[in-house]
């Protein structure tokens, strides 16, 4: 956190057209702080212009925090190695490791960048990391302009893997601005964030004495898409002793880009900012018509164990189809309101008449017309009397179909998952929800309350 660009909250898919929105308003910024340093570095026709080495020597950096991420106790540890690379340009490598509530965390990342420490930085960046079951990979830009003591950060690039559903790519990217209000004691304020996901933050660190290798810090952040965090930090410096906190910023290692301690890096700590997102359940609001299981409805987990699906928790892993395993990261509790429940081959009533079932031809429900406003992308058609149903015992052929009334209080239940979408439900492959309209359908019977918690 040595300096700060951006964070990133995940709140929902996105396409290859999310990049014109954020990913293009990014890129611009980003270049326009390049250009702004370009031009102030300007002198005697040579852009740049500086004495000074961009590493003045290698350094590696320790930090270590603990707080709240997503509401969830958290603790965090991050490393940077840095060397120069001639007079002008450096190399860094990034590590973090990390715990928020049960869920583990990680990531790699690396630069290489050229810097004048008397005007600007730029930079290419490069990041993977991992937040429990997800993946995710950046490639992008970085500048910082210097002035005085002010410092403009930016950064802009591509992202991809699971919190974009693994399959598309959103343009992120951050902006911060700096203060040194004196050479040992900064305050940053910054924004960032990737498709229709937004946070602001802000930065205090703190060098008691510039005789001390280490410096105490604190971040804040908070997003549209979740409770955000609060962390409380120290940072140990190696092989850049008897500087400022300025002069550290500035000669010694660029942002880590994946680290969980700050706000920022490379256009945003993206493990600290996703695992709020990951550990955060968006508010619930009612939900026309949200296709789910009645308490009690077996759930089986990753291991082959059986669960009831209200006892199931955010971060344990089910099974799906073709041998998936998804990773659970919240619920639907809606009442059933008037809907009915179904049992299939006499056995207990235990659905909606919305839920998609795994048949050997395709995604099938007994009300395929709600199913297909809710699930456009499965085409589902109509689950009928002769259907083959595929379960975990094999395909089984639906010989009956009975439905009753229930009382409309009955709170129903859902899985929101991470990886195909599929979980086996009474020994029924099932779908939870499809692309597109479909999340947004799904969150709004989405809540926040614990696993078995009635709706309010």
Known sequence: MNRSTASNFHAVPVRHSAFRGVGRTAL???????????????????????????????????????????????????????????????????????????????????????????QAMVGLTTMWSRVGAWNIFRHGLEAEAYLDDYTLSSSAGIQRGDANKGTSSSGYGGLALSWYSRDDLKLTLGGAGFSNSRTGYSIIEWKPDDSIPWTMFGVTGAGNTGPGFAL????????????????????????????????????????????????????????????????????????????????????????????????????????????????????????????????????????????????????????????TLITVGGPVDLRSIESQDAPAETVVYNLHLIGNNTYVASGYYVHNYGDGPTREQFLAGYNARPPGAPEE
């Open 232 to 387: 409380l930090g120290m940072r140990y410096t190696f092989g850049n002793a008897g500087t400022s906190l300025k002069d550290r910023d500035r000669h010694g290692d660029p942002e880590n880009i994946v680290s969980f301690t700050n706000a920022g890096g490379g256009g945003g700590s993206v493990l600290t900012s996703t695992a709020a997102a990951h550990a955060a359940p968006q508010q619930s609001t009612p939900a026309p018509s949200v296709s789910c299981f009645v308490a009690g409805t077996p759930v089986r987990m990753a291991d082959g164990s059986e669960k009831a699906i209200e006892t199931v928790e955010i971060g344990e892993q089910v099974q799906g189809t073709d041998g998936t395993i998804n990773e659970v990261i919240g619920f639907g509790r809606p009442r059933l309101d008037g809907r009915r429940l179904y049992a299939l081959n006499s056995l207990d009533f235990f659905v909606t008449a919305d839920h998609p079932f795994l048949t050997s031809g395709g995604w099938k429900s007994l009300d395929p017309d709600v199913t297909n406003r809710i699930n456009p992308a499965l085409n589902v058609t109509q689950l009928v009397i002769g259907d």
């Open 28 to 118: 611009g910024l980003m270049f326009g702080v390049a250009l702004f340093a370009g031009s102030a570095a300007f002198h005697g026709g040579k852009v740049f212009a500086g004495d000074d080495r961009a590493v003045s020597a290698p350094v590696l950096t320790v930090d270590g925090s603990g707080g709240s991420v997503g509401g969830k106790p958290s603790e965090f540890l991050a490393i940077t190695g840095t060397a120069p690379l001639g007079h002008s340009f450096g190399l860094q490598l990034d590590g973090a490791l990390g715990q928020s509530g049960e869920r583990g965390q990680g990531g790699l990342g690396g630069h290489i960048f050229w810097r004048d420490p008397n």
